[in-house]
């Protein structure tokens, strides 16, 4: 019995030794991401389907979105975008922050692009803002992501934090164009955000 313990010890000793891959996600407020989005549209999960890329060495989800509404770009009807991870099989892939989506919710995504590849969320989760309807009220209400936040502050998420609560749909698309119409502090604040994955 001692001697298992030794060997588990010795074990994690090594594990703690090797080198860590980590996702690393710098949070950027609404005016800095909508800016380096290439797209902002709401839309409606239509599909999703996992498949593998480069070569069988990752995962990838490829989602298809029914576009209702476009804030910035061209994308229009049924678009596609990739997000890194997914399920194949027994085989699961996951990047720590990559958003999940399921067939019917509604999102608001701010998409980047580098053709011929698929668009992505940019920041990974950071891209994503979920559409919730009440069907008591009938009030449409969108919830930002948890990272969304001042890039020149530390973030701790609370819950109950006034800057995740959820608002109006027809509030947030004013203060979505607002940020679109006002210039950045600092032209080089867009390059802040980190694509979700490689983009060749």
């Known amino acids: 019995m001692e001697y298992k313990r030794l060997l588990v010890g010795a074990a994690l000793v090594v594990a703690a030794a ?3 891959w980590a996702t690393v996600l710098l ?13 902002i549209v709401r839309g409606t999960v239509v599909d999703t389907r996992t498949e593998w890329a480069d070569g069988r060495r990752r995962v990838e989800t490829i989602v298809t979105l029914q576009v ?9 009807g049924r ?4 997000v890194p991870g997914g399920v ?21 995504l701010f998409l980047g692009a580098q ?14 803002f979920r559409v919730q309807r009440d069907t008591r009220s009938g ?12 890039p020149t502050q530390a973030v701790t998420v609370h819950r109950g934090d006034p800057a995740l609560r959820p608002v109006s749909l ?31």
């Not at 678009?79 to 990739?82: A, G, L, P, T, V």
């Not at 194949?88 to 919710?105: C, D, K, L, N």
């Not at 009030?139 to 001042?150: F, I, K, M, S």
Request: proline share 8%; no cysteine.
């Open 170 to 200: 027809p509030e947030f698309a004013a203060d979505l164009r607002d940020a679109l119409s006002r210039q950045p502090k600092d032209r080089v604040a867009r390059e802040r955000i980190i694509r979700g994955g490689d983009h060749d």
């Open 68 to 76: 209702s509404e476009v804030f910035k770009g061209g994308m229009r």
């Open 115 to 128: 053709a011929p590849s698929l668009p992505y969320v940019l920041g990974l989760g950071q891209g994503v």
């Open 139 to 150: 009030q449409t209400t969108v919830t930002p992501p948890a990272l969304l936040a001042d």
């Open 18 to 20: 090797l080198p860590v």
């Open 79 to 82: 678009i596609s975008f990739m």
């Open 27 to 39: 949070p950027g407020d609404l005016g800095e991401i909508a800016r380096s989005a290439s797209a």
């Open 88 to 108: 194949i099989g027994r085989y699961r892939s996951v990047m720590v922050g990559a958003p999940t989506f399921h067939q019917g919710e509604e999102v608001v």
